[in-house]
Every structure is written in C-alpha cells, then in structure tokens.
C-alpha cells in the first residue's frame, strides 16, 4: 500500500514569494493534516482538512491556507514569504476518526532565501 | 491548553543497554497518546496509540506504557538502527485531528 507523498521535496524560494505544496494521502484516508517542523519549535499543527472541509486550525499567520480536493489530495499555500517559514512542512493522513493514527509523509523542505 | 514535554532531550545508549523515555502531558479528556519515531530526513514513523491509563503496548524492542499524566517508551536491548527522534502526541476531546507533539527524545545507541 503507498503511503503519504508529498511534493516536491525540497523548494527555495526568495522572500515575498508564495508557494504551493502537495500531498497525495494513503488510499482511503479522508482526512489530511499539514504540521511546519523546525528545530526551536518542534512540530506545530497548521491545519485539517476531512471531506473537502477545514475541520481544525492551527495557530498559524492567514498567510498559511490549504485546500483538500474530492480525492483527498490536499495542497497547502504560504503567501508573502518570509525568512521565518523556513522548515520541513509534513502532511498527515487517517482514516479521519478522532483516535485514529496519523501518518506523515517525508516532507517539503522549504528554504526562504 | 494542551502540552507535551518530554525528557531527556537527548539519551546515549550502548548497544543492549535497556531504557527508558519519558512524556509527560497535560490534557483534559485524553483521547489518544502516540509515539512515533523520526529517522534523519524522513517524516515520523507511526509505532503505537495507547487509549487508557494502564494500557501497555509491544513491538520488537519496545514497549509503550501509559498513565494518567505520562507515558513511558521502555527500550530493551536497543541496538545501533533503534537510533532515532521518539515524539509523543496527544489528542483532546476537540472534534477533528488536532495532535499536539512533544519536542522529541533523540536517541543514539553506539555499537
């Protein structure tokens, strides 16, 4: 069974820029979460998407948006780009029940330049 | 507010030498307790859910206990490859999957 894929996997881009990034969940999970990982903070949970809807959100800038299509590929965009969203940004899929395991891609190592 | 610490930040191991790492949570009406292992460049590694207090799970070297206000990962006989960042997570009563991590373990076991 395929697991979470996410695209690309590594990205740089300049400050002001915005960016979109991928995620393909594992066949039949419905729900799919987006975490920004770096050293000083740890993993921080940005947002889910279950069924096409926003079911939670993180603390996170309105700059940080996503989207989950009816296939339950998600895309997550970062608008003006600044220094600070430099990190590896990890996408989780379930099958969507509230104590049921995420799974995680291997990530977007995002560089801001 | 939902947190999660977790000791010690980083643990040096020799090759069998059995221990254990600890995560601490704070939480009202705990729906799950995950552990997840993080290799180098690579997303976390799903290993266990535990539910409620008392419950232990099993999987090769390791064993995850859990508790009303921590939860322990016991490693026995690690060996060089168990060398990895453990994180912990817990999810509230809040409806959707919102998982709150903990900073990490990272564990180096030398041959």
């Known amino acids: 069974k395929a697991g979470v894929t996410q695209t690309p996997r590594y990205l740089i881009k300049t400050r002001g820029q915005q960016v979109t990034l991928s995620c393909s969940p594992i066949?039949?999970?419905?729900?799919v979460s987006w975490y920004q990982q770096t050293p000083g903070q740890g993993l921080q949970f940005l947002f889910e998407?279950?069924?096409?809807?926003?079911?939670n959100k993180g603390n996170f800038p309105g700059r940080f948006s996503g989207r989950q299509f009816s296939n339950s590929r998600s895309e997550m965009n970062v608008s003006t780009l600044e220094l600070g969203d430099s990190a590896l940004y990890l996408c989780a899929s379930s099958l969507g029940g509230q104590d049921q395991p995420q799974h995680f891609g291997d990530g977007t190592r995002l560089s801001i330049l | 507010e939902d947190q999660v610490t977790q000791s010690p930040e980083a643990l040096r191991l020799q090759e069998g030498e059995s221990s254990s790492l600890n995560c601490s949570y704070t939480v009202s009406g705990l729906r799950g307790l995950f552990w997840y292992r993080q290799d180098p460049g690579k997303g976390p590694e799903f290993l266990f859910t535990?539910?409620?207090a008392g419950e232990e799970k099993e999987k090769e070297r390791l064993k995850a206990t859990l508790t009303k206000k921590e939860s322990f990962l016991h490693i026995t006989a690690p060996k060089p490859e168990d060398s990895a960042t453990y994180l912990c997570?817990?999810?509230?009563?809040?409806?959707?999957?919102?998982?709150?991590f903990g900073p990490g373990t990272r564990l180096s076991v030398l041959p």
């Open positions: 066949s039949g999970h419905r729900s």
């Open positions: 997570a817990v999810q509230g009563p809040n409806y959707g999957q919102n998982f709150v």
């Open positions: 998407y279950f069924s096409e809807t926003q079911r």
């Open positions: 535990l539910y409620s």
